[in-house]
């Protein structure tokens, strides 16, 4: 395509919000001419209900649940005065809390300040302030954070070695319901750890759970020094902008009032039912264009900042666990989603970005661009080039490069990294997940599969306990045997007992010197 060519697609596509310093490119998608008019009844479909959304109504049909994340960046939209008061609530609550813990009000049994923080989560609960953290996060913070966002042993071991001071540190238990196991875990183990080091727990730890929910009465009875409302209309993967994301926030000293007003503004402009002035409804076009509507295409995200390298993983669970469904709204079997993938650039150059340009087209780019290079003074590192010349010159030459080679993208750019940007670009990205769902008619706000996951889980720690219990009952069965006793699936028994090979002495001690694989074979 000549250069006026791309230069007219640009001036048509392009869109810019000047009080934002934000904008939006969807000119290297190759999208034919009528293809917003064929989409027009979809879009206004999607508009439609958003609107319902936002006033109140049902959008969560199987749990019956409002789905509001949008209220609490303007909880004037909150469709009772109740709801309002609490949002408002709720966030004084935590400004105060944060403004007590940097006064020293609130601190360890020694009255020494709270200097660290430990936040224990999975999924939203812990991605949201990971990112923000990353990408907010400077030398001067009044507390630096560390997450458990896992179940993995190791992984709380490793993160204890790296905070010097228990004694200095603040504990945040995220679980709406109490019950998530990889949460409780969490919780189990820094609870054990501080009683060891002869602290108090309930001293150092707070709760964001829901009201009445197992977590929210044991801090309660075991005396919490605070505990903040994870309500049943927020999800997890929408959660960053409750208590979920602002308490860390406040905490680490970032501006929760600018990361707020961020994401108001950016749902203000994306209200507006005209798709060429609303970067959501284009960013959800794009998708719908790429993937036929089908997500056949994956969404690699490239950033070319380091601060915002967590943000292909934050979309990742954003867009996947809210598009990937077995079914539509009307029971269809569709098998919906869209894989998403990405690092940071100019890192994936010298990495997937070889594929990208000479290998399989199964994939669309969005590239993040961030304007300003850094707050210090620029240096050049040859003669009239700074580093950030080169960020911003592999960016656009990458860019180009796979354009050249039919490979598509767009191209989101903000003026800087800070709360108040980080608010806008979660803002459109939420919104534009809620318009791809209805363009392809889905619930973006359920997630059966997920659950049917923890089910198994259980299932198979239920079955380990059976298995425990035959072998210390008598030494020398075999998998089979042992599986046929409690009319079990053979090879899931024999994963049980590799497992406990591995961590139980007393399994150890049954198994001798032998492997698991010599011992509980399946030929013996």
Known sequence: MAFSSLWQRFQEYFL??????????????????????????????????????????????????????????????????????????????????????????????????????????IGGSALGPELVADALGSADDPMDIYFFDNTDPDGFDRVFDKIDSLSETLVIVVSKSGGTKETRNGMVEAEAKFTQKGLHFGKHAVAVTGVGS???????????????????????????????????????????????????AMDERTRIPDAAQNAAMLLALMWYYAGNGKGEKDMVILPYKDRLALFSKYLQQLVMESLGKEKDLDGN??????????????????????????????????????????????????????SGDYLHGFLRGTRSALYESGRESITVSIAEVNAFNIGALIAMYERAVGFYASLVNINAYDQPGVEAGKKAATKLLQLQRQVREKLTAGAGQTTEEIAHSIDADPE?????????????????????????????????
Do not use: C
């Open 214 to 264: 197992e977590l929210d009465k044991y801090a309660e009875k075991n005396q919490w020094l605070a505990r903040f409302p994870m309500h049943d209309w927020i999800g997890g993967r929408t959660s960053v902008m409750s208590a979920v994301g602002l308490l860390p926030m406040a905490l680490e000293g970032f501006d929760t009032d600018e990361f707020l007003a961020g994401a108001a």
């Open 16 to 121: 810019r919000y000047a009080d934002l310093d934000f904008s939006i490119d969807i000119s290297r998608m190759k999208f034919p001419a009528d293809f917003f008019e064929k989409m027009r009844p979809g879009m206004e479909k999607a508009f439609a209900a958003m609107r319902e959304l936002e006033s109140g109504a049902i959008a969560n049909p199987g749990e019956k649940r409002m789905v509001g994340h949008y209220w609490l960046r303007n909880p004037a939209l909150a469709p009772t005065p109740e709801l309002r008061a609490n949002i408002e609530e709720t966030n004084k609550r935590i400004k105060k809390f944060a403004a007590d813990v940097h006064a020293g009000n609130i601190a360890d049994e020694s009255r020494r300040p709270f200097q660290h923080i430990l936040l224990i989560g």
């Open 492 to 524: 899931d028994v024999f994963h049980a007992l590799r497992h406990l090979a591995s961590n139980d002495p007393q399994i150890r001690t049954t198994a001798g010197d032998e492997t698991v694989d010599e011992k509980f074979s399946l030929e013996q």
């Open 333 to 386: 079997i569709v098998h919906q989603g869209i894989a998403v993938y990405g690092n940071k650039g100019s890192t994936d150059q010298h990495a997937y970005v070889q594929q990208l340009r000479d290998g399989v087209l199964n994939f669309f780019v969005t590239f993040i661009e961030v304007d300003k290079d850094r707050h210090e003074t620029a240096l050049e590192v040859e003669n009239g080039y700074t």
